[in-house]
């Protein structure tokens, strides 16, 4: 089912960009968990619109009202639904897209799709608002794998050609690769943020839009989590992370790079360190066989330039087949990528914990015998 998701830990997304309200129902969440709801807010407010000029102006605060499965400050450990109104809309904005397609959008497929009866008001379904509900799931999940020993975090890589330094993918710290997100764009390098910061700006006053890339890790996984063939780690990683809109790829360790190297350079050697079996470098992200190795699992996710650009852009009434010129007004990101980053770091933090749940049952808080008999694999 499209808006679906999860084994032991499943979701369901509802609601449209201009509805009354967009949420989620989260089933399977462990019973007796205590929710940081502070920094939760502050989990959600790194997607949230409206701060500066390198996303749209739509102001919306995304506050989650919790309706059910909290309770005496724990989750109960049944279906916990939250709810964000949403307040903030300019549907006139989006009348002309019942019938004129916007390039790269999706108005002619979901047309074809719902036979004309979607709610395209800001997008409808297909919007980027539908991915508050998920950063709020995503942000309990993270903060109970914390609470387990285990760190998820992003920074953005690159955007508009230009690149932050990679994440170090074997003695990357849980301090570094928090460091990022408080920055106001997640990068490692300031000055490589500066210049990313004015190629956004430069496609926005053109009337354009830029898109980039967001690195992805996750440490302190227990090593042989996963499966092979359908169902492993980055099967169920890439479900999740192409359930974000605008993104279009998305590569495991060495990724697409791995395919111009011979063997001998892209394996990864093994070792033994203070007692542990490691590699010494990981140019498999971690992950080998679908099955975590217990080095940092690492991978990327690109996402497209913005579809809503401002330009005048050629294309056809989808009902009448007749060519016309379109110029889209309305509130825009010029580059997805600063607020995408988030949904990225929620959506892996879903499917790690959906993971070890469904493997390993309420995984154990860490430091003890049995947590640290997982932690050996
Ligand atoms: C956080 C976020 C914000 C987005 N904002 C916009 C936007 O302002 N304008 C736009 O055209 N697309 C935006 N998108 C992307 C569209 O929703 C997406 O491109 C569209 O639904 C088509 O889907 P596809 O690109 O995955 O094929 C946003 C996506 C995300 C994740």
């Known amino acids: 089912m499209s808006s679906m998701w999860g084994n032991k830990l499943r979701c369901s997304i509802f609601g449209e960009s201009h509805s009354q309200a967009i949420g989620v ?61 949403n307040t903030n809309t300019r549907s006139s904005d989006y009348s002309q897209f019942q019938t004129l397609a916007r390039p790269g959008h999706a108005d002619f497929t979901g047309f074809l799709r719902y036979h004309g009866f979607n709610d395209i008001r800001g997008g409808g379904h297909f919007s980027g608002r539908l991915t508050a509900p998920l950063v709020f799931a995503g942000g309990i999940c993270k903060q109970i794998l914390e609470s387990r020993g285990i760190t998820v975090g992003v920074h953005i890589a690159s955007i508009a050609g230009v690149s ?56 302190g996984m227990p090593a042989g989590v996963g499966s092979p063939m359908f169902d492993g780690i980055e099967n169920r990683i890439a479900s999740l992370v192409f359930g974000i809109p605008a993104v279009k790829g998305l ?26 079996i490691k590699t010494s470098s990981n140019h498999h992200g971690g992950i080998l066989g679908g099955i975590s190795s217990g080095m940092p699992i690492i991978f990327r996710v690109a996402f497209k330039p ?6 005048q852009q050629q294309t056809v009434d989808f009902v009448h087949g007749t060519p016309s010129d379109l110029v889209i007004t309305g509130r825009h990101d010029p580059c997805i990528v600063p607020r995408g980053a988030v949904c990225v770091e929620a959506a892996a933090a879903l499917a ?11 995984i154990p808080a860490p430091h003890t015998e049995e947590a640290e008999t997982i932690s050996r694999g």
């Open 251 to 276: 590569e495991f360790g060495l990724g697409f790079a791995a395919s111009g190297l011979r063997g001998s350079e892209n394996n990864d050697p093994f070792v033994v360190e203070d007692g542990k």
């Open 164 to 219: 932050d330094m990679p994440f170090d993918p074997v003695s990357l710290t849980p301090d570094t690769l928090l460091e990022p997100a408080k920055k106001r764009l997640a990068v490692l390098d300031d000055a490589a943020g500066a210049l990313m910061e004015t190629e956004i700006e430069k496609a926005r006053l053109d009337t354009d839009s830029v898109g980039g890339v967001v690195e992805c890790a996750i440490l």
């Open 306 to 311: 913005t579809a809503s650009i401002s330009k």
């Open 352 to 362: 790690v914990l959906d993971l070890l749940m469904e493997e390993r049952g309420e």
């Open 25 to 85: 129902v989260i089933d399977g969440l462990p019973a007796g968990f205590a929710i940081d709801f502070e920094s939760l807010r502050q989990f959600q407010a790194r997607r949230a619109p409206g701060k500066n000029r390198m996303s749209t102006a739509r102001q919306e605060a995304d506050f989650a009202n919790v309706l059910c499965g909290f309770h005496n400050g724990v989750t109960t450990g049944t279906p916990l639904c939250a709810v964000i109104e």
